[in-house]
């Protein structure tokens, strides 16, 4: 069983910067698509990028490209999202997410086709 284990949120100014860290345990194998995703006060839970593990090969929604960056470290089981540039529209509680890959080896954007999620860090961005 994957458990995920999120970190690094907080309250940084219009402009900052913040890295989140997804700590993933268990048999990751299965679970090789990770996603990040956050979810503001009343809206819906919003895909922010994903990458299938050990592809390296990160994709991006449109409203955090150019400015985050989904990146893996494997030896520590850990994938990171790096935020720049932040804005007072990025606050949310982001949360990982581990799930397995669709046919032809893709990794979904939908929450659905992740089985595995940590328990969320909360970003603020605000002045």
């Known amino acids: 069983e994957v458990q995920l284990v999120e970190s690094g949120g907080g309250l940084v100014q219009p402009g900052g910067s913040l890295r989140l860290s997804c700590a993933a345990s268990?048999?990751?194998?299965?679970?090789?698509?990770m996603g990040w995703f956050r979810q503001a006060p009343e809206k819906e839970r919003e895909w922010v990028a994903r990458i299938k593990r050990g592809d390296g090969s990160a994709v991006y929604s449109d409203s955090v490209k150019g400015r985050f960056t989904l990146t893996e470290d494997n030896a520590r089981n850990t994938v990171y999202l790096q935020m720049n540039s932040l804005k007072p529209d990025d606050t949310a509680m982001y949360y990982c997410a581990a799930g397995p890959v669709l046919w032809g080896g893709y990794c979904s954007s939908r929450p659905d086709s992740y089985d595995t999620w940590g328990q969320g860090t909360h970003v603020t961005v605000s002045s």
């Open positions: 268990g048999y990751t194998s299965s679970s090789p698509c």
